[in-house]
T-cell receptor, first 113, second 113 residues
Framework: QQQVKQSPQSLIVQKGGISIINCAYE??????FPWYQQFPGKGPALLIA?????SEKKEGRFTISFNKSAKQFSLHIMDSQPGDSATYFC????????????FGSGTQLTVLP | DTEVTQTPKHLVMGMTNKKSLKCEQH?????MYWYKQKAKKPPELMFV???????INESVPSRFSPECPNSSLLNLHLHALQPEDSALYLC????????????FGPGTRLTVT
């Protein structure tokens, strides 16, 4: 019940296209959903995050869509660029869980020039 | 400033060596974390410190020994490691009571020979 399922495992998109990564969860106690971007040899960087009281959050080219009833959330990268090529992890956290994050398995995104 | 620094960047050690990893943040965060990350996998939580006290130990072998000398510093002492302990070791920090954002350092790439 603590799992966060992420798909696809890998994604190839043409420059200028839209990249979409999906995550699903079972635990309704999750109340914070961040996305992390990780380049090879670097630590994960917090990209954008959402709480379940909103259905969408947008920051620049990155948008999180959240569907509470379906227990799903997704990351959309608009106008994808080669510099966006990285591994993306969704995550979730339970209120009062001593700040533990449950990570998805990751999506390796490649944006072709 | 959302920077978490880690030293060294790379470390190669033999199975009989003793070494330490260091992490530092100056964001006033009172929660600090150690994660282990294998290639193409999400980070796995090892330890959590809250107000310089160990609050979570995720059943980590005793050959890994964490230490939090003060609110800005976090160490991970290593001894008698095994080759399977080779991984990227990530430090992260977050505010204790306000917000949920965890900020990761760049990691230390550890190779055990």
């Amino acid at each position: 019940q603590q799992q966060v399922k992420q798909s696809p495992q890998s994604l190839i998109v043409q420059k200028g296209g839209i990249s979409i990564i999906n995550c699903a969860y079972e635990n309704t106690a999750f109340d914070y959903f961040p996305w992390y971007q990780q380049f090879p040899g670097k630590g994960p960087a917090l990209l954008i995050a959402i709480r379940p009281d909103v259905s969408e959050k947008k920051e620049g080219r990155f948008t999180i869509s959240f569907n509470k009833s379906a227990k799903q959330f997704s990351l959309h990268i608009m106008d994808s660029q080669p510099g966006d090529s990285a591994t993306y992890f969704c995550a979730a956290r339970v209120t009062g869980s001593a700040r533990q994050l449950t990570f998805g398995s990751g999506t390796q995104l490649t944006v072709l020039p | 400033d959302t920077e978490v620094t880690q030293t060294p960047k790379h470390l190669v050690m033999g199975m009989t060596n003793k070494k330490s990893l260091k992490c530092e943040q100056h964001m006033g965060h009172r929660a600090m974390y150690w994660y282990k990350q294998k290639a193409k996998k999400p980070p796995e939580l090892m330890f959590v410190y809250s107000y310089e006290k160990l609050s979570i130990n995720e059943s980590v072998p005793s050959r890994f020994s964490p230490e939090c000398p003060n609110s800005s510093l976090l160490n991970l002492h290593l001894h008698a490691l095994q080759p399977e302990d080779s991984a990227l070791y990530l430090c992260a920090s977050s505010q204790e009571r306000v917000g949920y954002e965890q900020y990761f350092g760049p990691g230390t790439r550890l190779t055990v020979t």
